[in-house]
């Protein structure tokens, strides 16, 4: 690829010139450049998004039944309104759970209370009810059920506390209202604290594990997707760690009433669940941290951090392991570093991706020029500025002309963002992953994961079929 053009506040300005006057002033804020004078690199988050301008947000309906409920397998998640809700949110995420379906893991199906304008006028109280004894009678084993309210539920007043509270006691078993209709908040973000929320006041402290040790930890926002909690799991308990509790990927209703007995927290999507962090620390004083399995450079740190946090038994563990890993780690980045090195990235995902990655692709040589959050708040991004180099953007809920015109003005080998935008930048004829889900693989964390990594994004970018396509920007005029 020719000389890689540089990054430059004069760029940003050129692109949000499109702009009318408003529109480029908000817009600006959102954009930063990181360079040599850049110091706080303040960024502006967490704000609506422009009308009539297409971003890639998910509501907080998506936030709460898509990302944090949705995953725990036994519990049953009632899509609380019309079909369409419901059926565009199912089976996206590719959360892995183990068990049998129909009996104790419903992740892969879907239940929905399927409102009609019957239910408008009249409301869906009575149907939920029905609804709820049905789900008890044809699914006997399952352990609870929530209540994913949507845009209609909240806008007629229905009563889903109620309904709750009386099935609750009626079929002896939680069943949790969640206030999460799409119309709340800016983002899926506000899903994420109303789900939070929800777990606190209906599942925390409702029950206790008898086999409480000195070394359980629970895994916090990691849900599964393509199996990371597993290998996540892995590298804990070669440690010499119990983890008890996952949040929510292959979780359990058990594992959320038992949440206030484990010894640490391990937080990995910040995003999503560092509110129900938070309040297990100030409400039972159980201690958390963040901590980051992409990739071999950031593994070894984050295990040497959480081994810190236990005795010289655990370190001991934690060094072993590490040792153990090294020479099959260091043989992955022998077969794809030359293959990869200097490639540049560019990157636009929600939760901790957008900083998460950056090390496993550095471990193979890469540079990150670009990233950024679908809907991020500021302290996501105090922890991202430091993670990127020099002459990178850095983008807030990036709007897709923007994003494109990034792409076509940056011209990175690749580029790791969601399915919004994953077809039309290769018909872009530019290298894609999709970083949401793995693009069907997976998974992408610890040791299990690096390899698979690795091999995907050697992939996408060296992959014969890109000569039969061209980008818009090698073209003639003639050719255009």
């Not at 009632?78 to 059926?87: K, N, R």
């Not at 419903?106 to 009609?116: A, E, K, L, N, R």
């Not at 409702?206 to 629970?218: C, F, L, Q, S, T």
Request: proline share 5%.
């Amino acid at each position: 690829m020719s000389e890689q053009p540089k990054v430059s506040r004069e760029m940003v300005d050129d692109i949000l010139s499109a702009y009318p006057e408003k529109a480029r002033k908000m817009r600006a804020k959102h954009i930063v450049v990181k360079d040599e004078g850049c110091t706080t690199c303040a960024i502006k988050s967490n704000s609506k998004t422009i009308p009539g301008v297409m971003t890639a947000r998910g509501c907080a309906y998506a936030g709460s039944k898509g990302v944090v409920f949705g995953p725990v397998k036994d519990m049953i998640h009632i899509s609380h309104g019309p079909v369409g809700c419901g059926y565009y949110s199912w089976s996206t995420r590719r959360n892995l759970a183990a068990g049998e379906r129909g009996v104790d893991n419903f992740v892969p199906f879907q239940f929905t209370s399927d409102f009609t304008e019957n239910d408008i006028v009249y409301g869906g109280d009575k149907k939920l009810e029905t609804l709820i004894r049905e789900i008890k009678e044809l699914f006997p084993k399952v352990k609870g059920i929530s209540i994913q309210s949507e845009c209609p539920v909240g806008l007629i007043g229905d009563d889903i506390e109620s309904v709750a509270r009386k099935m609750s006691k009626e079929l002896d078993m939680p069943i949790v209202p969640v206030r999460c209709e799409g119309f709340r908040g800016i983002s899926q973000s506000l899903g994420h604290h109303i789900a939070n929320d929800a777990i606190r006041d209906h599942m925390i402290g409702k029950k206790e594990r008898a086999d409480v040790g000195p070394y359980d930890v629970a895994l916090i926002g990691d849900y599964n997707i393509g199996g990371d909690a597993w290998a996540t799991k892995t590298i804990l308990e070669e440690m010499g760690l119990t983890v008890t509790n996952i949040w929510t990927g292959d979780g359990t209703a058990e594992m959320l009433q038992t949440a206030h007995q484990t010894k640490l927290n391990l937080i990995h999507c910040y995003r999503s669940m560092n509110y129900i962090c938070k309040h297990l620390e100030e409400e039972y004083g159980t201690p958390w941290m963040e901590f980051n399995f992409f990739g071999p450079t950031k593994i070894e740190e984050s295990v040497l951090q959480i081994a810190e946090r236990f005795d010289e038994k655990i370190m001991k563990k934690a060094k072993a392991v590490i040792a153990k890993y090294k020479p099959q780690m260091e043989k992955v980045i022998e077969q794809y570093r030359p293959r990869l090195e200097g490639k540049k990235v560019m990157l636009y995902v929600g939760g901790l991706r957008p900083r998460h990655i950056i090390g496993a692709y550095e471990d193979l040589g890469m540079e990150v020029i670009g990233t950024g959050y679908e809907f991020a708040h500021k302290d996501d991004y105090d922890r991202t500025i430091p993670e990127m180099g020099n002459a990178t953007v850095i983008y807030d809920d990036v709007t897709a002309y923007e994003f494109e015109e990034f792409v076509k003005r940056l011209k990175p080998d690749l580029i790791g963002s969601g399915i919004k935008e994953k077809y039309v930048f290769e018909k872009m004829a530019v290298p894609f992953r999709q970083m949401h889900s793995w693009d069907y693989s997976g998974p992408y964390h610890g040791y299990d994961g690096f390899p698979i990594f690795a091999r995907d994004m050697d992939m996408a970018i060296n992959s014969p079929t890109w000569a039969l396509s061209q980008a818009p920007w090698k073209k003639s005029a003639k050719e255009v």
